[in-house]
Protein backbone atom coordinates (compact mmCIF):
# COMPACT_ATOMS: atom_id res chain seq x y z
CA UNK A 1 0.00 0.00 0.00
CA UNK A 2 1.43 3.52 -0.72
CA UNK A 3 2.12 5.94 2.22
CA UNK A 4 -0.27 8.87 2.88
CA UNK A 5 2.81 11.54 4.13
CA UNK A 6 6.53 12.21 3.43
CA UNK A 7 7.12 14.98 5.41
CA UNK A 8 5.02 14.98 8.12
CA UNK A 9 3.36 18.34 7.74
CA UNK A 10 -0.31 18.75 7.04
CA UNK A 11 -0.44 20.23 3.81
CA UNK A 12 1.96 18.20 1.57
CA UNK A 13 0.74 18.61 -1.91
CA UNK A 14 2.12 15.52 -4.20
CA UNK A 15 2.56 16.44 -8.34
CA UNK A 16 3.62 14.76 -11.18
CA UNK A 17 3.02 15.06 -14.94
CA UNK A 18 1.96 13.12 -18.47
CA UNK A 19 3.12 13.68 -21.77
CA UNK A 20 6.94 13.73 -21.68
CA UNK A 21 7.56 10.92 -24.17
CA UNK A 22 5.01 11.96 -26.60
CA UNK A 23 5.82 13.74 -30.03
CA UNK A 24 2.11 15.69 -30.23
CA UNK A 25 0.13 17.55 -27.63
CA UNK A 26 0.98 19.17 -24.24
CA UNK A 27 3.07 18.21 -21.48
CA UNK A 28 0.27 18.02 -18.67
CA UNK A 29 0.90 18.44 -14.76
CA UNK A 30 -1.37 18.00 -11.78
CA UNK A 31 -0.98 18.61 -7.93
CA UNK A 32 -2.89 17.75 -5.17
CA UNK A 33 -3.25 18.35 -1.20
CA UNK A 34 -4.91 14.74 0.07
CA UNK A 35 -6.42 14.52 3.37
CA UNK A 36 -3.01 13.90 5.84
CA UNK A 37 -4.34 10.46 6.96
CA UNK A 38 -5.72 9.50 3.35
CA UNK A 39 -5.53 5.94 2.50
CA UNK A 40 -6.88 3.79 -0.56
CA UNK A 41 -6.00 0.53 -1.33
CA UNK A 42 -6.36 0.65 -5.56
CA UNK A 43 -4.75 4.13 -5.34
CA UNK A 44 -1.27 3.93 -7.14
CA UNK A 45 0.66 4.62 -10.71
CA UNK A 46 -1.80 5.71 -13.31
CA UNK A 47 0.42 3.66 -15.63
CA UNK A 48 -0.56 0.29 -13.63
CA UNK A 49 -3.73 0.45 -13.93
CA UNK A 50 -6.78 0.33 -16.29
CA UNK A 51 -8.57 3.39 -18.23
CA UNK A 52 -11.49 2.17 -16.36
CA UNK A 53 -9.86 2.31 -12.99
CA UNK A 54 -7.97 5.57 -13.78
CA UNK A 55 -11.26 7.48 -14.47
CA UNK A 56 -12.99 6.30 -10.90
CA UNK A 57 -10.14 6.91 -9.44
CA UNK A 58 -10.34 10.62 -10.71
CA UNK A 59 -13.80 11.02 -9.11
CA UNK A 60 -12.68 9.89 -5.90
CA UNK A 61 -9.64 11.92 -5.88
CA UNK A 62 -11.52 15.20 -6.79
CA UNK A 63 -14.09 14.08 -4.17
CA UNK A 64 -11.24 14.01 -1.44
CA UNK A 65 -8.74 16.11 -1.97
CA UNK A 66 -8.41 19.32 -0.12
CA UNK A 67 -7.43 20.93 -3.30
CA UNK A 68 -6.01 19.59 -7.07
CA UNK A 69 -5.39 21.78 -10.12
CA UNK A 70 -4.33 20.61 -13.31
CA UNK A 71 -1.99 22.20 -16.47
CA UNK A 72 -1.59 21.71 -19.94
CA UNK A 73 1.39 23.06 -21.58
CA UNK A 74 1.13 23.17 -25.52
CA UNK A 75 3.78 21.72 -27.41
CA UNK A 76 4.49 25.62 -28.48
CA UNK A 77 5.59 25.93 -25.10
CA UNK A 78 7.79 22.55 -24.93
CA UNK A 79 9.35 23.69 -28.25
CA UNK A 80 10.44 26.84 -26.42
CA UNK A 81 11.47 25.85 -23.21
CA UNK A 82 12.28 22.00 -23.53
CA UNK A 83 9.88 19.54 -22.35
CA UNK A 84 12.11 19.21 -18.70
CA UNK A 85 11.36 22.52 -18.17
CA UNK A 86 7.93 22.74 -19.32
CA UNK A 87 7.26 19.44 -17.75
CA UNK A 88 8.45 21.48 -14.34
CA UNK A 89 6.68 24.52 -15.26
CA UNK A 90 3.48 22.63 -15.69
CA UNK A 91 4.02 21.27 -12.18
CA UNK A 92 4.97 24.31 -10.86
CA UNK A 93 1.65 26.24 -12.15
CA UNK A 94 -0.61 23.19 -10.90
CA UNK A 95 1.47 23.89 -7.56
CA UNK A 96 0.72 27.79 -7.03
CA UNK A 97 -3.02 27.31 -8.21
CA UNK A 98 -3.67 25.21 -5.48
CA UNK A 99 -6.40 26.82 -3.04
CA UNK A 100 -4.12 25.95 -0.04
CA UNK A 101 -0.20 26.39 -0.16
CA UNK A 102 1.25 23.89 0.40
CA UNK A 103 3.59 23.51 4.07
CA UNK A 104 5.83 20.43 1.54
CA UNK A 105 5.92 19.75 -2.25
CA UNK A 106 6.80 15.78 -2.74
CA UNK A 107 7.46 15.63 -6.89
CA UNK A 108 7.84 12.62 -8.73
CA UNK A 109 11.29 12.29 -10.57
CA UNK A 110 14.49 13.58 -10.05
CA UNK A 111 14.54 16.94 -10.69
CA UNK A 112 12.35 20.46 -9.59
CA UNK A 113 12.86 24.39 -9.50
CA UNK A 114 11.73 25.85 -6.04
CA UNK A 115 8.94 27.64 -6.08
CA UNK A 116 7.49 30.37 -3.34
CA UNK A 117 10.18 28.85 -0.73
CA UNK A 118 8.14 25.64 0.02
CA UNK A 119 10.63 23.11 0.92
CA UNK A 120 10.35 20.00 -1.76
CA UNK A 121 11.87 16.54 -2.21
CA UNK A 122 11.87 15.03 -5.32
CA UNK A 123 11.23 11.11 -5.06
CA UNK A 124 12.22 8.86 -8.17
CA UNK A 125 9.14 6.70 -8.76
CA UNK A 126 7.53 8.59 -6.08
CA UNK A 127 3.91 7.47 -8.17
CA UNK A 128 4.37 4.02 -6.75
CA UNK A 129 5.63 4.95 -3.17
CA UNK A 130 2.98 8.45 -2.09
CA UNK A 131 -0.94 8.36 -2.51
CA UNK A 132 -0.56 12.14 -3.24
CA UNK A 133 1.50 11.56 -6.39
CA UNK A 134 -0.20 8.26 -7.67
CA UNK A 135 -2.99 10.73 -7.21
CA UNK A 136 -1.55 13.97 -9.57
CA UNK A 137 -0.06 11.12 -12.24
CA UNK A 138 -3.96 10.01 -12.60
CA UNK A 139 -5.48 13.44 -12.87
CA UNK A 140 -2.15 14.43 -15.31
CA UNK A 141 -2.94 11.18 -16.98
CA UNK A 142 -7.01 11.65 -17.48
CA UNK A 143 -7.01 15.18 -18.38
CA UNK A 144 -4.06 14.97 -20.86
CA UNK A 145 -5.92 11.86 -22.55
CA UNK A 146 -9.49 14.01 -22.24
CA UNK A 147 -7.07 16.64 -24.33
CA UNK A 148 -6.19 14.15 -27.11
CA UNK A 149 -9.24 12.54 -27.55
CA UNK A 150 -10.73 16.34 -28.34
CA UNK A 151 -8.00 17.11 -31.02
CA UNK A 152 -7.79 13.64 -32.19
CA UNK A 153 -11.59 15.16 -33.52
CA UNK A 154 -9.73 17.95 -35.85
CA UNK A 155 -6.98 15.67 -37.34
CA UNK A 156 -8.11 11.95 -37.02
CA UNK A 157 -5.75 10.12 -39.12
CA UNK A 158 -3.19 10.60 -36.17
CA UNK A 159 -4.92 8.17 -34.51
CA UNK A 160 -5.03 10.53 -31.01
CA UNK A 161 -7.75 8.55 -29.35
CA UNK A 162 -5.75 5.53 -29.44
CA UNK A 163 -1.99 6.46 -29.05
CA UNK A 164 -2.59 10.11 -27.12
CA UNK A 165 0.75 11.27 -29.39
CA UNK A 166 3.05 8.61 -28.53
CA UNK A 167 5.11 7.85 -31.32
CA UNK A 168 3.67 4.54 -32.15
CA UNK A 169 4.45 2.89 -35.62
CA UNK A 170 0.81 3.88 -36.61
CA UNK A 171 0.97 7.60 -35.30
CA UNK A 172 4.72 7.55 -37.62
CA UNK A 173 2.97 5.92 -40.46
CA UNK A 174 0.73 8.87 -40.34
CA UNK A 175 3.09 11.71 -40.27
CA UNK A 176 4.94 10.02 -43.48
CA UNK A 177 1.57 9.94 -45.29
CA UNK A 178 0.48 13.43 -43.99
CA UNK A 179 3.17 15.27 -42.40
CA UNK A 180 3.20 16.48 -39.17
CA UNK A 181 0.30 19.21 -38.13
CA UNK A 182 0.13 22.07 -35.67
CA UNK A 183 0.06 19.65 -32.75
CA UNK A 184 3.15 18.13 -32.96
CA UNK A 185 6.44 19.25 -31.37
CA UNK A 186 8.99 20.41 -34.11
CA UNK A 187 12.13 19.96 -31.95
CA UNK A 188 11.33 16.02 -31.12
CA UNK A 189 12.45 13.93 -33.42
CA UNK A 190 8.91 12.87 -34.95
CA UNK A 191 10.75 10.39 -37.64
CA UNK A 192 13.52 8.14 -36.74
CA UNK A 193 14.65 8.81 -40.45
CA UNK A 194 14.74 12.11 -39.57
CA UNK A 195 18.50 12.35 -38.91
CA UNK A 196 19.91 10.52 -41.68
CA UNK A 197 21.63 12.02 -44.61
CA UNK A 198 20.21 11.75 -47.84
CA UNK A 199 23.23 11.55 -50.08
Given at each position: ?????????????????????????????A????P??????I??????????????????????A??????????????????????????????????????????????????????????????M???????????????????????????????WK??????????????????????????????????????
Amino acid sequence: MLLSNFSGKLIEAGTDEAGRGCIAGPVTAAAVILPFDFQHEILNDSKKITEKTRYSLRELIEREALSFKVTHLDESVVDEINILNASIKAMQLSLQKLDLTPEYIIVDGNRFYPIDEIPFQCIVKGDMKYLSIAAASILAKTYRDDYMNLIHEEFPMYNWKKNKGYPTKEHRDAIRAFGPCKYHRTTFRLLPEQLSLEI
